[in-house]
């Protein structure tokens, strides 16, 4: 079966995106911590069965706390085909350095939810897109979990088996390497 | 070509630069949720808010089970049900009816104890009432994101006793429920802040269920203070048992840093879901350890033994069952130590199973005001239910549990001969 890890910081919404997924009742809260254990969901997605599961919040790969112990675990021991990255668009680079971390460490394939993208609208934080999905060549999906925005690109296989592909070809630390030459060097005419 | 490896600084290096390049902040004017948000925290507005919201859930709390515990089950049951119910059993004094009806011509669903009526009036005359409200108090306040600001103004006072102002949060969840409370403190950094959380949390923190029937029996007889004060004695060994664990445990709290998420307008179908998801998880986790528990103390009743053989003993020989005996053998402790009935025993082996049961079955012994906040704080001290002590195995580990259980004893001989002693000096014991 097709595997999917949530993962991200705390309190960004990955309760959230799992229910809306999964369709499965999970306790969310506005707090970080609610989700302490992980939790296992199932779903169709583009007419493949797929398993998604939950993982606790962590900000890096040195675990500081048990609920990051068992998100390191989940990663190490659950083999997943796709791993999604919520962040909080608010706090894009917290969010973005467990994924460069993942990435260094791990070769998964990665795609990008940038979660309460609303809030950070409200808050006049612009993200220039664009020019983001350049610099990390993955794809940056902006959703708003809590409506359900942006939760049907976000399972979109097609997208997805992309992405998986890619990766076959290059592993996900060289196409860091790829990405940091892109942020030293900038983009040409974003 | 050698694998990338980047250090802690590198990569902040690098994502300081991609933000520079992908993010731009636009100047705004400060919102009104930001302006709440700071009311919340200072202390100055912060301690007035918060008391108030206490009070607000108190408010709430007490009207809605009162409204349905007083208004409808309590009729239903007293004067419908329970008159039923004995009526259609057989009249004479039979085990079954000892077991599953309880006393004989007992009034009131607290003091048949039988198996179908107080086992059955206590979860879903009382205490499904008291939950409910509190459920969905607790989730309230964990979707609009008041709990971490709560962590922040509390932050103070908890470092005294060496716990970080995220301990709030297990503490908040364990007056619903002591499971996810102690769960909770998983997120707390170190081990000895999580041993210290979680045991006293388990000793001392008493959960939605015995909070219900304690507002049912004890507020109800003698006031919402007598509730308070023994609450407030309680918090008190929270506080306490927390300094003295911190001074002598190895280890250390360190500072974490805390994100205050926005504040965030509830949303009705979360908070309903979520409390049924934790009423849900009562009735099918919770109930049946009600009804058993009131089965074992019903069967230890009217269960005797003679010369090495199990026979039935009738209610007025009650002395002579195996919690006669019981109760009997532990009278120094229990009369001497605590200066409460010896008939206590019999709440206190229910307690293993279910605290709302237990404090339950103290309306129905005779004793003075005084006996009764001793023997409520004994109930809520003395042993975690069972399903808490599972909880706390797991997270603990064997070694750890035992540390915990060596903590909850000493606890109790200590708080429950403090008030004694107290009872003693004013006079009243």
Partial sequence: ?190 | MHKLKLTPEERWDYLDKLAEEVVTLKPRRLSLKDAIGDLTIRPLTGIPIALGILFSVWMFFSTFAGFFTDGFMVPLFDEHYLPWIQDIFPKEPSWLYALLVGTPGADNCFEAFGVLTTGLFVPFGVVLWAIIPLYLSVALLEDIGYLPRLAVLVDNILHRIGLHGFAIVPTILSFGCNIPGVTAARILETKKERFMMMTILAIFIPCGAQLGIMEETIAGEYGNWLMFAIIGYLLLGYFVVGWILNKILPGRSPEILIDIPPYQRPIWKNLTMKTWIRVKCFLVHAVPFVILGSLLVNILYIVGIENGNLTLVSFEEGDRSIMGRLSIALEPILAGWFGVPKETILPLVTAFLRKDLAVAQLSAIPMSMYQLFTSVVLISIYFPCIATFAVLWKELGFRGLLKSIAILIISTFTFGGLLHGLWMLMGVA
């Fill in chain 1, 1 to 190: 079966m097709f595997k999917i890890l949530l993962m991200g910081n705390p309190n960004v919404g990955k309760s959230v995106v799992f229910s809306r997924l999964t369709g499965a009742n999970v306790v969310v809260s506005n707090y970080p911590g609610t989700t302490v254990d992980y939790t296992k969901g199932y779903t169709k997605i583009g007419g493949e069965e797929v398993e998604v599961i939950d993982v606790p919040g962590t900000f890096s790969l040195e675990p500081k706390d048990v609920a990051e112990e068992i998100a390191l675990r989940m990663l190490k021991e659950e083999k997943p085909d796709l791993i999604i990255d919520v962040i909080d668009a608010t706090k894009l680079e917290r969010g973005l350095y467990l994924a460069f971390e993942i990435m260094e460490k791990f070769n998964y394939p990665l795609i990008i939810d940038l979660n309460m993208w609303d809030i950070a609208v409200g808050k006049g934080i612009e993200i220039d897109l664009k020019k983001l999905r350049e610099i990390l060549g993955i794809p940056v999906i902006p959703t708003v979990a809590i409506s359900g925005e942006g939760i049907k690109e976000l399972a979109d296989m097609e997208r997805i088996k992309k992405v998986i592909m890619a990766k076959e070809k290059k592993s996900m630390n060289e196409h860091l390497r790829e990405i940091l030459r892109r942020i030293k060097e900038g983009v040409k005419d974003a």
